[in-house]
């Protein structure tokens, strides 16, 4: 069963259910998940390249019940296409840490979507009470990603060696904070 978007005033953030998860990884085609939708993919977002669903995918297939926390189509509202994508690397974790990763196709970017996408994923997730503290991580090389997660004033916590994306910086944030600096929850 498919959630309801998460809205924020310019996005709709659309959930891929499960089976369409594992067929639009499978068969690189969108059709099936976009059949009773009404928006476009025109930039074919998770279609030309799998991007998270490499990694979301079997995770799914191990415990179906995990994809709540995963993957979601941004929308522009105004035109109804899909300009990116995020999700949550998994369930919280048994400390409660909940870590999100996105991407905004170029044509979209600097125009403050990343920035909305990520403030509403996180206030849909801090309604759940098991998750206590949410983590972003970035490649200190990857200027706009690291103003991204200071304009929400996550504080750096770390550092770790990403087996794919080398060095990285970790930002955390305990969910107390976040929400009284970002939200009406």
Known sequence: MRQLPILTQRLELHHIDAPHLITLFE?????????DLDIR???RVLVDSAGP??????QVKKDPSVNKWFIRWIVL??????IGSMSFH???????????GLGI??????QGFAKEALLGMW????????????????SPANLPSVALIRHFQFPLVG?????????EEIYEMEREHFIARWSGI
Request: glycine share 4%; proline share 11%.
């Open 159 to 167: 550092s770790q060696i990403d087996e794919v994306d080398g060095v």
């Open 41 to 43: 993919n025109p930039h």
């Open 90 to 100: 998994g369930p919280p974790d048994e400390s409660g840490m909940l870590e999100i």
């Open 123 to 138: 206030q849909w997730a801090l309604v759940s009470p098991e998750v206590k503290r949410l983590r972003y991580t970035v």
């Open 105 to 110: 196709e170029p044509t979209y970017q600097n």
């Open 77 to 82: 509202r105004e035109n109804r296409y899909i």
């Open 27 to 35: 068969t690189q085609d969108d059709v099936p998940a976009l059949s």
């Open 53 to 58: 669903l490499h990694w979301r995918v079997p």
